[in-house]
């Protein structure tokens, strides 16, 4: 378990060091702190997910058909609104901040999935993280949502990625031993 909390400490650390030390963020450079913050964010992606694996706590609840389905359709929309973050969709004029909502849809799917404690440190964690971040930059950032035009084909893109990322995510699941689908 310490190495699943080092990891979302880097995360965390990595993701808001922007906001809650801006001087010393713009004093490191464009480049220089990027590249800072990319390894930063690295190191902990790499330490949550050895952390995770290694970690063993009590067991809440487990797998269940209904929590398999609503963790799916949460996972799917996750990816969408990457996915439309990405590509400026009609969604993304609708939802301030499409990429933290994805990551709590994400989480909270993971969370009621899973029901064991490692889940709720790791994708609590994040949940938290995203919460934070989103309070974060409203306070200190204006509201600016994409105005279209909002294209069909750019819509249907969004889509077809999102179903494409989807199926390779499944699949990736499979492969490490984790149904996606029961």
Request: glycine share 10%; net charge positive.
């Amino acid at each position: 378990m310490p190495l699943l909390i080092l990891g979302l400490i880097l995360w965390v650390l990595s993701h808001t060091f922007k906001r809650i030390a801006p001087g010393l963020r713009a004093s490191l450079g464009e480049d220089r702190g990027k590249g800072l913050v990319a390894l930063v964010a690295l190191a902990g992606i790499v330490l949550m997910v050895i952390g995770y694996r290694a970690a063993d706590g009590a067991m809440f609840w487990g797998r269940h058909p209904a929590t398999v389905g609503i963790n799916n359709l949460l996972n799917l929309l996750a990816v969408y609104l990457f996915a439309a973050s990405g590509m400026k969709t009609w969604i993304t004029s609708k939802i301030r901040h499409p990429q933290l909502t994805a990551v709590k849809a994400w989480a909270l799917a993971h969370i009621l999935v899973n029901g064991d404690i490692p889940s709720f440190v790791l994708f609590g964690g994040l949940l938290a993280w995203a919460v934070a971040s989103v309070i974060l930059i409203n306070r200190q950032t204006d509201d600016v949502r994409p105005a279209g035009p909002f294209t069909a084909k750019k819509e249907t893109m969004a889509v077809v990625g999102t179903l494409v990322v989807y199926g390779l995510i499944s699949w990736a699941h499979y492969l490490l031993g984790y149904p996606a689908f029961g």
